[in-house]
């Protein structure tokens, strides 16, 4: 049995009487507001000054939290000027000393405008990517404070991917942080290894529905079922346990390349993808709570006996 202090509440991994999980207190509201002060930064283009405040945000929290947060930088070429960018991935490392980890991770830059808008007048407008983008990273951020207060079987890294979408035409590659990451860890081994992450993207959707994606249940099918295992125990009802989109994001990289089997969580049915009213008044506080109890439950069970 895990038993996790948090505060002067408490929940654990073992069944209750009605043999389901003790939803963690995952705070939906907090994390809300972590979403609205990343949006509140504006656009969060790779390379812009904007991406660098939501890096100084993310950086100051988390630290103020204990955890050990590193970046892992590279250039990328703009796709208009060609002029390099520097990326930057963040690590955000929980029980560095763990040699087996796992990691979740989100992707935190914004398109750079919101192409998916019927008018072409209003393709060149603002996109400020409250789901697309910054769901991901107010979910981590909530979930930083109860981190420390588990005991998980793994360490566990919150990776955040930079460049995941620096695209202006259909052809630009996706995937520049991810595959950065990817190629890097299986290139330069590092002393620790993955044994298996989590991806969410676009989580905060007011009409949540999350279904198994195709990738997943090819590349992971294990750590999927897992997952929505988890969410069926908690009650969780937005996490439908049956296929429908099958997605190409940052998990493909780390599977592919890195062979360290990701599932993603993504509701992929959001009416505001790529769309200027992708803001915060589209999202839900509900939504990142059920979330994260999900992802929480998984980091701090992941690997122990049921």
Known sequence: MLTTALGMSSWNSATD???RLVMPPVDGRRAFQYL?????????????QGMQSQQELIEKHFTALGAKVQYQEFDAAHPKSGEPVRMKNMIISWHPESQERVLLACHYDTRPFPDRELLPINRTKPFLGANDGGSGV???????HH???IRPKFGIDFVIFDGEELVFDRDDPYFLGSEHFARTYRDNPPTHRYV???????IA???????YERNSLKFAPEIT??????????????????????VRDDHLPLN?????????IIDFDYPYWHKRNDLPAACSADSLRKTGAVVLVWLATHGQPS
């Open 36 to 48: 609205e002060s990343i949006c509140a930064i504006g656009p969060r283009i790779s390379g812009t």
């Open 225 to 246: 079922r897992e997952v929505w295992d988890i969410a069926k125990q908690l009650g969780i009802r937005e996490f439908v346990p049956r296929r429908k989109h099958e």
């Open 196 to 202: 298996g992450g989590v991806l969410v993207d676009m």
């Open 17 to 19: 009487a009605a043999d």
């Open 138 to 144: 107010a979910l981590m951020m909530e979930l930083g």
């Open 205 to 211: 959707d007011r009409d949540l529905n999350i279904f």
């Open 256 to 264: 592919e390349i890195a062979g360290i089997p990701t599932c993603d």
């Open 147 to 149: 981190i420390p207060s």
